[in-house]
């Protein structure tokens, strides 16, 4: 049984009337095909009205197309004739019939299984739902009364693709990517069948009105049966790739909350459900667009903070000192090392001048350092002295922290093991502050684009945004090479680190000022968004390789390929969005504070969504796999008994029977064995409760997460 139906509807076959053919032939299978009984059907539409437009449009034509009704595997339920165009009318009757195969009659069905059916949970999407369901139980308490109760209990979405068309708010009121239970079904797989049906319209358009309903009721069989045969290891398929995928966005999400530790807790409590506030969606998935800061207040913010990033530690005696300024001078001999190079490009007379400065500087600073470093690390003497034989540049200069020297016994032997423990604590702090600060900068950079292709339409504006975007690059490319000094010194002092190698695809993140894009359940942001201590040692590299796989393409050719339709979205949006050059909005610090968080709580709400998304994938498909299994017994059951009904005039009959019943009976056992392969045969006994299996998981699932919570 599926409990996620969408439709699909189909513009071809089309009938031209009055050629060659009478319109009146019967359908063989009588309404107990896909369609629906003509004459029923030909009744209830006559109740409903035509506008003269319309009649004037689909002119000449019999049937203008089919609309169906499919689960969320893909197989046909119902299929009813348009006859002016896709209308609320034929729609309404496809899904009329579908609830009817498991209504009426349902009473009959044994005490679980009624249970069952009462129970499901169902979650159509169309197109247009957020249209078409407005009215939707008025048209059925009208036409399909019986159906009422069914349809109240109903949850209605638009397919992932389609909602990108909608106005921003459909995405969280009818996005089935924030529905809570519906695991990955998106709705799009309602076209999957067209590309077969479409080679079937030049077939039927000239077929009579029977004839071609009952070659496409073959057709639609054809493709079930064809789903029939398949399902069982499609399933067991969608189990694996779904468990995998809920495993890397969990440990993507647990990343996350401890970053963002401080404000887990309030996000917690708050509502997932969606509200409406005037015409606009309020959803914790979604960006405030009230106050909304100037693109420089912004990019100043941002400058502020990659300061305030480096403060972690305060030195309190001389060696933290020592350890402080040494890092400091590093960080020095690295400016002065960009700007060389970045003058053997541009060869400017200022530049020029700003390295002479800063060199001396420098020179000072180092002498001081090694005066103290004389007397802190006496035995490392020998080693300056032999540098300064070879005479380097004062930005390239050694300084011999260390983790300058590569074994322990080394500096055991220079006596400066204690100064080495130092030195760790110095780095991880050192590394820590630089990944704050990346994750500061990215975020910046994220929203600085996301503002120019909407709003910098003009030249000058459009110059600034690219010289600011540019400028915060350049800082965030420092802080890498920061990043990678401070963990080269902690794989130096220490072994393998925690703090995983840091790439460009590491950095990935979907825009949180956007609504979600289609196939975003499928990418997770980069290993910078997670908290290094939820990345066990062993795992920290092989962590960021999968993640650079699962990126690709990176994330400037998703911009680029997002911008056609952002620019379309930038224009219906109301004048919230402040964020030109010259409007700067006069906002407080702690209101940009706020707003800055907000983004936060945007990416971590995601970031929840998606993974629970894949963990409740992962459970309906094992209960679908298991219902598969279930239902071919039970088909075995049917036609074996069938058989044995005595007709001894008919023992075609009965041969049939038993060859349909060793058909299923060899399905289920295939099941069986794929349900055993993946690793769950022990649903498979009879007394096995896949409820208590799940309810057992969540339950580990939730220690995995309370227990990395607790860890840093
Ligand atoms: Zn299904
Ligand atoms: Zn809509």
Redesign the pocket.
């Known amino acids: ?2 409990s ?1 139906f969408k439709f699909g509807a189909q513009k071809p076959p089309i009938s031209p009337s009055g050629l060659n053919f009478c319109v009146c032939v019967r359908v063989l299978c009588g309404g107990k095909g896909y369609f629906p009984l003509e004459s029923e059907y030909k009744e209830y539409l006559a109740k409903i009205p035509n506008s003269t437009e319309d009649k004037r449009k689909f002119k000449n034509m019999a049937v203008t197309g089919t609309v169906n009704c ?6 046909v339920l119902s299929c009813v004739d348009l006859h002016y165009g896709e209308k609320f009318a034929n729609a309404d009757k496809t899904l009329a019939m579908e609830l009817e195969q498991h209504g009426p009659g349902a009473e009959e069905f044994d005490f679980t299984l009624r249970i069952e059916t009462e129970d499901i949970d169902e979650v159509t999407t169309y197109d247009i739902a957020c249209e078409y369901f407005v009215n939707l139980e008025e048209r059925f308490k009208t036409h399909f009364p019986h159906l009422v109760p069914r349809l109240q209990r109903m949850r209605w979405g638009i397919p992932a693709l389609h909602v990108q068309g909608h106005q921003d708010s459909c995405t969280y009121l009818f996005g089935t990517a924030y529905m809570e239970c519906v695991g990955h079904f998106h709705g799009e797989t309602a076209e999957q069948y067209w590309p077969g049906l479409n080679q079937l319209g030049p077939h039927v358009r000239q077929m009579n009105n029977g004839h071609r309903q009952d070659t496409m009721i073959v057709h639609h069989g054809d493709w079930n049966y064809k ?1 029939t045969a398949q399902l069982a290891s499609d399933l067991a398929a969608e189990i694996l790739d779904a468990k995998k995928k809920y495993i890397a966005k969990r440990n993507h999400f647990i990343g996350l909350s401890l970053s963002f530790k401080d404000r887990v807790e309030k996000w917690r409590a708050m509502p997932r459900v969606v509200s409406k506030i005037g015409k606009e969606a309020v959803s914790v998935y979604k960006h405030r667009e009230t106050k909304v800061p100037s693109q420089s207040a912004i990019f100043q913010k941002m400058l502020n903070d990659t300061g305030t990033f480096s403060q972690t530690m305060v030195p309190k005696n001389r060696v933290a000192q020592f350890m402080d300024e040494s890092l400091k001078i590093q960080d020095l001999q690295r400016k002065v090392r960009d700007l060389i190079s970045d003058t053997n490009e541009h060869d400017l007379q200022a530049r020029r001048k700003e390295i002479t400065v800063r060199t001396s500087k420098l020179r000072m600073r180092m002498e001081a350092w090694r005066k103290v470093q004389k007397e802190l690390m006496p035995r490392v003497g020998d080693r300056i002295a032999e540098q300064t034989l070879s005479a380097p540049a004062i930005h390239d200069e050694k300084l011999l922290l260390p983790s300058d020297f590569s074994s322990d016994n080394e500096r055991l032997e220079l006596d400066i093991a204690n100064l080495a423990a130092e030195e760790i604590r110095w780095r991880e702090a050192q590394a820590f502050d630089a990944l704050r600060a990346i994750q500061n900068i990215v975020k910046t950079i994220s929203a600085l684009r996301g503002r120019k292709i909407k709003n910098d339409r003009q030249q000058k504006q459009n110059t600034r945004a690219v010289d600011n975007i540019l400028e915060a690059t350049k800082l965030r490319d420092q802080h890498m090479d920061l990043y990678e000094i401070a963990r080269q010194a902690l794989i130096a002092l220490n072994g393998p680190t925690k703090f995983p190698l840091l790439t460009e695809s590491d950095l990935y993140m979907k825009p949180v000022l956007d609504k979600r894009r289609v196939g975003d359940s499928h990418r997770t942001d980069g290993a910078l968004w997670r908290h290094p201590a939820a990345i066990p040692v062993e795992e920290a590299e092989a962590v960021s390789t999968t993640i650079i796989s699962a990126n690709n393409p990176g994330p400037h050719k998703q911009s680029e390929g997002g911008q056609p339709k952002q620019m379309t979205s930038a224009e219906n949006r109301p004048d919230g969005w402040l964020w030109q050059l010259g409007k700067l909005t006069k906002l407080t610090a702690s209101e940009m504070e706020e707003w800055s968080s907000e983004g936060d709580r945007v990416q971590w709400f995601r970031a929840e969504a998606e993974m629970q998304r894949w963990q409740e994938q992962y459970e309906q498909k094992l209960a ?1 796999l298991l219902r598969t299994r279930r239902s071919f017994k039970r088909m075995d059951q049917t036609w074996t008994t069938l058989a044995a009904q005595p007709s001894e005039s008919r023992v075609g009959y009965s041969a049939y029977a038993r060859q349909k019943a060793v058909m299923y009976r060899k399905r289920a056992e295939l099941a069986e064995k794929l349900i055993a392969d993946i690793g769950y045969s022990d649903l498979l006994e009879p007394d096995a409760s896949l409820v208590e299996r799940i309810q057992r998981e969540r339950e580990e699932q939730e220690r995995v997460l309370a227990k990395a919570m607790s860890i840093s």
């Open positions: 049984m599926c996620h499919q689960c969320s595997h893909v197989f789903k679908e």
